[in-house]
């Protein structure tokens, strides 16, 4: 079975200021890991995702995650924030089975400050 | 662009008056998501098919039922709305289980149904 943790609901950070949202997972199979993105009022956008391979993941607006197996982390990164990044970002994690699904944490809501 | 469509954005229905609210994909993906998503929570999986195959989550009330008449179309019937069921309602698409590596899910902006 797999779970998803990501702390802090709420997570302010000044405008050019590094994001750091924090993901932390618990899997019984090698994960397949995701940040996803919601603006207002839409859907979900998906930012990045590790599969296999490379550790370091680059996704888009400028956002990476690196996947750290001993410490069961995907935390999602950008070295400066911009105001279009105010949205709620959710992690989630699947296993490799045909039958997993995907489980999205609570998500964390980024507030940017001028 | 191939991408998921809801339709509509918004929708009021009245307490206990059914509604259907409709999700098209041009992506071809053989599996088509429903969640319901209600305010500063995750979203939740209510049921998916693969294919024609429906696969209910045994959580999902009673309440909520769906078709898929073809690849492209689902729909979410609500036979007979709470205030409870009050949410954006997600839809989303997969290519497949069997082809892990594709697995990310690509979500329509939603439905926002307001129960009156």
Redesign the interface.
Known sequence: AQSVTQLGSHVSVSEGALVLLRCNYSSSVPPYLFWYVQYPNQGLQLLLKYTTGATLVKGINGFEAEFKKSETSFHLTKPSAHMSDAAEYFCAVRGMNRDDKIIFGKGTRLHILP | DAM?I?NP?YQVTQFGKPVTLSCSQTLNHNVMYWYQQKS????K?LF?YYDKDFNNEADTPDNFQSRRPNTSFCFLDIRSPGLGDAA?Y?C?TSRG??L??Y????????T?LTVL
């Open positions: 998921v809801q954005r500063s929570q995750a979203p999986l998916h954006m997600l989303a289980p069997e892990a590596v697995n990310e899910q690509f979500f329509g902006p939603g926002r």
